[in-house]
């Protein structure tokens, strides 16, 4: 059921009914929370300038707005914010509008005439070569079962190239050891996709599930595929923290976590021929813009046409 319109204009009642609005379309929680956090800092900075209500956010308090985020500096290390948190604040605020103006809570749409800044493309971090990749995959060896565990979960990441959080809830069922395929269940924009997975990485899984799992497993663990020294499912920050410490163990000078083997899976499939179309399936993106950035990270064309015609590389 959607939520009824805000009995006044003031700024905190019509955040909180957008915000109840975004709940009730479907938004996902770290969605909707994310949004919550960008609308706070935008009201905070409204109260401080003496605008309350709604209906004087225009063009101009954008664009003070907009002035005051590119001068702040950050609390921990005087920094300025980068570009694409600038763009993300002012979006959540543009975006919260339009749909006030959707619901006929704000009559003038003015604040359409204000334009985003432009963040330009930014590439991945270097992204790990083949051989690197095994180089970090190598270094659960030295932690015995626990690294039977972390390595059956760093394969299935490179192999699969599915999103931490994609993986941290992977269930025993996702897993099809005679297609060679996993589940994705509500993945990003709550999107169902089968990917398929390499036999190594399901010979992981497998020996995982056989001399693992069951010392690990209690009445919190369910049916999740992969378990926490403490039985229950991991979090997020946990899974980062994870590969974060093999690749700093592998020690081949490139920092990153789980991200790293997502990036090095689509761009090692660039490499060696895959149709970006296909890799876009892969990674399960809704548009075929943010997959075209490993094309330009992937070397392995370019190298080879620059040897053949520049002068400079005969």
């Known amino acids: 059921m959607l939520p009824t319109k805000p009995d006044s204009l003031a700024l905190s009642d019509c955040i909180n009914f957008?915000?109840?609005?975004?709940?009730?379309?479907?938004?996902?929680?770290?969605?909707?929370?994310?949004?919550?956090?960008?609308?706070?800092?935008?009201?905070?900075?409204?109260?401080?300038?003496?605008?309350?209500?709604?209906?004087?956010?225009?063009?101009?308090?954008?664009e003070?707005?907009?002035?005051?985020?590119?001068?702040?500096?950050?609390?921990?290390?005087?920094?300025?914010?980068?570009?694409?948190?600038?763009?993300?604040?002012?979006?959540?605020?543009k975006v919260m509008l339009r749909a006030l103006h959707a619901k006929g809570v704000v009559l003038e749409n003015n604040f359409e005439f204000f334009d985003l800044p432009k963040i330009g493309?930014?590439?991945?971090?270097?992204?790990?070569?083949?051989?690197?990749?095994?180089?970090?995959?190598s270094q659960t060896e030295h932690y015995g079962q626990r690294g039977i565990r972390d390595r059956a979960i760093m394969e299935v990441y490179y192999a699969s190239g599915i999103r931490r959080l994609e993986l941290s809830k992977l269930r025993?069922?996702?897993?099809?050891?005679?297609?060679f395929q996993l589940r994705v269940?509500?993945?990003?924009?709550?999107?169902?996709?089968?990917?398929?997975?390499?036999?190594?990485?399901?010979?992981?899984?497998?020996?995982?599930?056989?001399?693992?799992?069951?010392?690990?497993s209690n009445e919190q663990s369910e049916d999740i595929l992969f378990l926490?020294?403490?039985?229950k499912p991991f979090r997020a920050s946990q899974l980062s923290e994870l590969v974060a410490k093999y690749i700093k163990l592998a020690n081949i000078q490139k920092s990153g976590a789980c991200n790293q083997y997502r990036h090095a899976a689509a761009t090692h499939m660039v490499d060696?021929?895959?149709?970006?179309?296909?890799?876009?399936?892969?990674?399960?993106?809704?548009?075929?813009?943010?997959?075209?950035?490993?094309?330009?990270?992937?070397?392995?064309?370019?190298?080879?046409?620059?040897?053949?015609?520049h002068p400079a590389a005969k």
């Not at 009730?24 to 905070?44: D, H, N, W, Y």
């Not at 702040?72 to 763009?87: D, E, F, H, M, V």
């Not at 025993?172 to 297609?179: G, K, M, R, V």
């Not at 813009?289 to 992937?298: L, N």
Request: glycine fraction near 4%; proline fraction near 2%.
């Open 228 to 231: 926490a020294n403490n039985g």
């Open 272 to 309: 060696n021929g895959a149709d970006i179309r296909h890799v876009q399936e892969f990674l399960g993106h809704a548009d075929l813009s943010t997959t075209q950035v490993y094309v330009h990270v992937s070397m392995a064309k370019l190298k080879e046409v620059y040897g053949k015609t």
């Open 64 to 93: 003070s707005y907009q002035n005051y985020l590119i001068r702040y500096r950050k609390q921990s290390n005087a920094r300025p914010l980068c570009r694409g948190t600038i763009r993300y604040r002012l979006t959540v605020v």
């Open 172 to 179: 025993l069922s996702d897993i099809d050891f005679e297609q």
């Open 185 to 216: 269940n509500q993945g990003k924009g709550f999107r169902d996709r089968y990917v398929p997975i390499a036999k190594r990485a399901c010979f992981w899984i497998y020996k995982y599930l056989k001399e693992v799992r069951q010392t690990l």
């Open 18 to 62: 957008y915000l109840a609005y975004c709940v009730a379309k479907g938004q996902s929680q770290t969605t909707v929370v994310s949004k919550e956090a960008a609308l706070l800092l935008f009201q905070k900075w409204a109260n401080q300038n003496v605008i309350s209500d709604i209906q004087f956010i225009d063009v101009n308090v954008l």
């Open 121 to 137: 493309r930014r590439l991945p971090k270097p992204v790990l070569s083949e051989k690197e990749v095994m180089q970090i995959l």
